[in-house]
C-alpha cells in the first residue's frame, strides 16, 4: 500500500513515498527554508534507478513562500519523476503531528473538526504543532482524494500511569492548563519495542525494556509488556536527556532566576534553553561527531559535555530499571544511538551489578546497523540491543491500518 509520509516542521517539509508491505521507499524529499528567499527542495527518486543502486536526485531552489507552495512544488517533482503514476495508487497520506495531547491516542483521520482539535493544542506546543497543522492543511488542500491520517510523537505513551504522568504543583492550575508529562518520539520508541520483541523471540506485549531515542533530540523511555509506562520528555520536548541544542532537566528556578537577576526575558530564556543549551550550550556543537572530534583534540568543554550527557543517560537507565523491577533489554537508535559506540560504551560502563555487559569489539564494529544488533554477551540478564529506528515505515503501516 503506497502511503505519503510527512513531517512539517516550522520552516522544513519532510516527505517519504513508501510501500507498506515491501517497505520501498520511492521517494525522499525535504524542502528547507520555507518562508525565505533560498528555500530548496531535494527530492531523490529510486523510479529509474534500480533497487539497491543511489536514489536520483533532482534540486530545485528559488522562493517558496508557505507550507501550500512547498506542496505545489513537490507535487511537481513527483510529475516530473513519475513516481506516483508508474507505483501506483496512494492510499493515504499519513502525517507526524507532535502533540495529541489526551485526546488523540490513536492515528486518526483528519477532518476539519479534528484539525480544530490538534489546532486547540498549539499551546501545549508552541514551537512544533502550529507547523504541524499548517502541513495537514496544505497537504489536504494539495491531496483532496486519498484520506489523512494524523499520527500523533505523544501516542505511544497514552499508558503512562497517573504517578509517573503528574507533575507535583497545584492541581487546580494543573487541570486547567492541562499540564502534565505526554512524552514525545512516541512512533520511534513503539517501533524499536516491537523490533526488540523480534530479536528477544518474545511477544511484544511481554518485553520490558528502557528505550533511548539519542538523536538531535533525545528521550528515554520505560516499556512494560510492550506499553510505555514512563518518558524522560514532559509536557513538552525539553525536558529530560541533554540533547543537541536542548537542555533537558534543570531546576525550574533556573529560569526564575534568569528572569529575575539577569534581566532575561521569558522568551529569551526559551529561547536559550531550547535553542543554545544541551551539548550546543555545553561546547559550541550539537552534532556529536564533533564533540568527539574537539574532545579528541583536548578541549575540555567537549570532554565534560561528553560527561554531563552519558551521566543523564545513565541516571535515567538506572531509574528506568527501578521503574520497571526488571528488564529484557536496553535498546539504542536514532543518529547518536545507532551510529556512536562510544557514547553506548559509557552509558553502558560499570553496569555488569545490573547484568548489563556488551561485547566491546561488537560495539565498536556496529555504527548505522541495517538491521538490530545484540552487543550483549551470550547469557547476559539484560540484553543491549541496537534497533535502527523507522518513523516513516512506521507512520506509513499506522496510515494504512487507518485507511484501512
Ligand atoms: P537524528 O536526530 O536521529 O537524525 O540524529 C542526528 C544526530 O545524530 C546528529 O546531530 C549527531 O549528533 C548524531 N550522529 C549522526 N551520525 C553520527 C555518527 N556517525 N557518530 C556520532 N553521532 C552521529
Same mark, same amino acid.
Do not use: D, I, K
Given at each position: 500500500m503506497l502511503v505519503l509520509v510527512v513531517n512539517a516542521g516550522s520552516s522544513s517539509l519532510k516527505y517519504q513515498l513508501l510501500d507498506t508491505e515491501s517497505e520501498i521507499v520511492w521517494a525522499v524529499g525535504l524542502v528547507e527554508r520555507i518562508g525565505e528567499a533560498t528555500s530548496a527542495v531535494t527530492h531523490r527518486s529510486r523510479i529509474r534507478v534500480g533497487a539497491g543502486a543511489p536514489l536520483e536526485v533532482h534540486e530545485r531552489t528559488g522562493a517558496i513562500a508557505d507550507h501550500a507552495a512547498a506542496f505545489d512544488a513537490v507535487d511537481a517533482l513527483f510529475a516530473a519523476t513519475g513516481e506516483v503514476a508508474e507505483v501506483g495508487q496512494l492510499v493515504g497520506v499519513g502525517h507526524r503531528v507532535v502533540q495529541g495531547g489526551d485526546q488523540f491516542v490513536e492515528p486518526t483521520v483528519v477532518d476539519p473538526e479534528v484539525i480544530e482539535v490538534v489546532r486547540s493544542l498549539n499551546p501545549l506546543a508552541p514551537l512544533h504543532n502550529p507547523a504541524c497543522v499548517a502541513g495537514l492543511e496544505s497537504a489536504m488542500a494539495a491531496h483532496p482524494e486519498v484520506p489523512h491520517v494524523a499520527v500523533f510523537d505523544t501516542a505511544f505513551h497514552a499508558t503512562i500511569p497517573p504517578a509517573a504522568y503528574t507533575y507535583a504543583i497545584d492541581q487546580s492550575v494543573a487541570r486547567a492548563h492541562r499540564i502534565r508529562r505526554y512524552g514525545f518520539h512516541g512512533t520511534s520508541h513503539k517501533y524499536v519495542t516491537a523490533k526488540a520483541a523480534e530479536v528477544l523471540g518474545k511477544p511484544v506485549g511481554e518485553v520490558d525494556l528502557v528505550t533511548l531515542h539519542l538523536g538531535n533530540g533525545a528521550s528515554a523511555c520505560a516499556v512494560r509488556a510492550g506499553r510505555?509506562?514512563?518518558?524522560?520528555?514532559?509536557?513538552?520536548?525539553?525536558?529530560g536527556l541533554v540533547m543537541g541544542t536542548r537542555s533537558g532537566d534543570l531546576d525550574p528556578a533556573i529560569a526564575f532566576h534568569l528572569i529575575t537577576t539577569? &534581566?532575561?526575558t521569558a522568551a529569551e530564556v526559551d529561547a536559550m534553553l531550547n535553542k543554545r543549551s544541551g551539548l550546543v550550550g555545553l561546547c559550541g556543537q550539537n552534532d556529536l561527531r564533533e564533540v568527539h572530534r574537539l574532545a579528541a583534540a583536548g578541549d575540555a568543554d567537549a570532554e565534560l559535555a561528553l560527561q554531563v550527557y552519558v551521566h543523564r543517560i545513565r541516571k535515567y537507565v538506572g531509574a528506568y530499571l527501578a521503574v520497571l523491577g526488571r528488564a529484557d533489554a536496553i535498546v539504542f537508535t536514532a543518529g547518536v544511538g545507532e551510529n556512536d559506540p562510544e557514547i553506548r560504551r559509557r552509558v553502558v560502563a560499570g553496569m555488569e551489578m545490573a547484568g548489563i555487559a556488551i561485547d566491546t569489539e561488537l560495539n565498536a564494529a556496529t555504527r548505522g546497523p541495517s538491521k538490530p544488533v545484540d552487543l550483549s554477551f551470550? &547469557?547476559?540478564p539484560i540484553r543491549v540491543l541496537v534497533v535502527p529506528t523507522n518513523e516513516e515505515l512506521e507512520i506509513a503501516r499506522q496510515t494504512a491500518a487507518a485507511v484501512r
Open positions: 510505555s509506562v514512563e518518558t524522560s520528555m514532559g509536557l513538552t520536548p525539553l525536558e539577569a &534581566g532575561m551470550r &547469557g547476559a
